[in-house]
Every structure is written in structure tokens, then in C-alpha cells.
């Protein structure tokens, strides 16, 4: 590293320097809803001017390591002077396409402070971002029919003629119960979801000749505000059905 970037850092946030502490007052919340809290900056031994504040969501991927999703700022241009201590509230919204939380895929909000063009981002707070209904009466369908939760995962890129705008999506692996073991290796499903609609996508990777496409895909769009009338379960079990009466010998 250039030895005047390392004088800057240190002038920026080394001893003497701004100290920043995030404190999430809601910390759980679905996508499409907002976390909540204040950010605390207290200021070193000397005056700085500061070229933003602002909070990151993160995942975890598949591959390793983790991606930044979203960001927004939550104050820019300002002066801390020495002592000083300054309480940013915040409600940071989280997109309707972001992962949710579960086993393999771990969420969290980091928030950045930029001062003389380095950025602190040393603090890092746990999130949880649950499924919305829909989300919810969808992936119990799946349960219902026998398929057990196995793994999630977060992959980088877009999939094909869905409205999605965050480079990334997750995928949720099911194993098949008895009923559909014979004719199933593994479902999964991906939500890509936006404020009136949830896409849907459903992999089947299924027991096949070698003649035929093992992986097959469905896909479904639901209107959240009328989940309730749809047969989720029927309509996934039918589907699965015409997938096993197209099994290639």
C-alpha cells in the first residue's frame, strides 16, 4: 500500500481518530420492510470532514466469501469535531428481491464512513430477513409434499426474463421424500420478487435416461395479495406429475 495512503487511513481512523457504532432497534424484518436504527459517530482528537455516511447490505455466497446487495446513504458532507458525538436515526429499506435468511446464507448490515477518501467499514451487524407470506405458504407447499429442506445458497448473476435488479439470487435445495424420489434428485426453488409480484422459479433435477434434459425448469407468478386462493400444493403436485410422465427411458 502507498505509504500516503496509509498516513491518510491513520489520520482518518487510526489512535486519536472518529470511532462509528451502529445499533439496530429492528434487526429482523421481511424484504420489501425496512431495519431500523441509529448510527453513533464520535469524533477523535481532531476535527474531520467526512464525505458520507452509509449502511451495505451483505450475503454470503456459494463460492465464498460475501457480496454487497444494496446501500444507502444515510447522511453525506458534514463536519465531526473533536468529542463531538452525532446520532444518525436511519430506516435503511431492503429490496423485495433480497435472500433470505437461512442455513448456508448469512445476512448482514455494515455501515461505512468515508474520510478523506478511506472508509471505515469495520462495523458489521447481524440481519435477519425472513419470507413474506407468499414466500411462506409457497415453501410450505413444497414440505407438504414430502421434499425436506437440504441447503441455500446465494449464486452471483441474472436469470433469463425475470425483472430482477440485484446482481444475485438464491437458490433454496429440497430433498424428495418417497413419493417423488424415483423420478427426483433435487428441487429447487429461487423468489425473485418485486412490490406487486413474486416470480417463482422451480429447478427439478430429475432421474433420467441419458437422451433426455435432466434439469427442467417451471416458473410461476403469484400476486401476494390473493395467495390464499391458490392450491399451492395441488398445483406443484400436478406439475411434478407431468415432469414424471415426461421421463425419458
Keep these: 500500500m502507498d505509504i500516503s495512503v496509509i498516513r491518510r487511513l491513520m489520520q482518518a481512523f487510526g489512535a486519536g481518530g472518529p470511532m462509528v457504532r451502529t445499533e439496530l432497534s429492528v434487526g429482523i424484518c421481511q424484504p420489501g420492510g425496512r431495519l431500523q436504527g441509529e448510527v453513533e459517530l464520535t469524533g477523535g482528537d481532531h476535527q474531520v470532514k467526512a464525505g458520507y455516511v452509509a ?23 458534514f463536519t465531526l469535531s473533536a468529542g463531538q458525538r452525532l446520532v444518525l436515526p436511519f430506516s435503511c429499506e431492503v429490496p423485495w428481491e433480497a435472500p433470505l435468511s437461512m442455513p ?35 415453501l410450505r407447499a413444497v414440505q407438504e409434499l414430502g421434499f425436506q429442506f437440504a441447503r441455500s445458497h446465494v449464486e452471483r448473476g441474472l436469470l433469463p426474463g425475470l425483472p430482477q435488479t440485484l446482481p444475485l439470487y438464491q437458490e433454496i435445495e429440497f430433498a424428495p421424500g418417497n413419493t417423488y424420489s424415483q423420478n427426483v434428485n433435487q428441487l429447487e426453488v429461487t423468489f425473485v420478487g418485486t ?6 422459479v422451480l429447478e427439478c433435477d430429475r432421474r433420467v435416461g441419458p437422451l433426455a434434459d435432466r434439469d427442467v ?33
Excluded at 104 to 120: H, K, P, W
Excluded at 233 to 242: A, E, F, H, N, Y
Design 195 to 200: 412490490e406487486d409480484k413474486l416470480h417463482v
Design 104 to 138: 448456508g446464507v448469512e445476512l448482514s448490515l455494515r455501515t461505512e464512513l468515508e474520510i478523506a477518501r478511506e472508509v471505515d467499514r469495520s462495523d458489521v451487524d447481524p440481519i435477519e430477513i425472513t419470507p413474506t407470506l407468499a414466500q411462506q405458504r409457497i
Design 55 to 77: 449502511l451495505v447490505l451483505l450475503t454470503s455466497l456459494r463460492t465464498g466469501g460475501v457480496q454487497e446487495f444494496y446501500r444507502c446513504r444515510v447522511t453525506e458532507n
Design 217 to 249: 425448469f417451471g416458473r410461476f407468478v403469484v400476486d401476494p395479495s390473493n395467495i390464499s386462493d391458490t392450491d399451492w400444493q395441488g398445483l406443484l403436485s400436478d406439475w411434478l406429475i407431468q415432469l414424471g410422465k415426461r421421463r425419458a427411458l
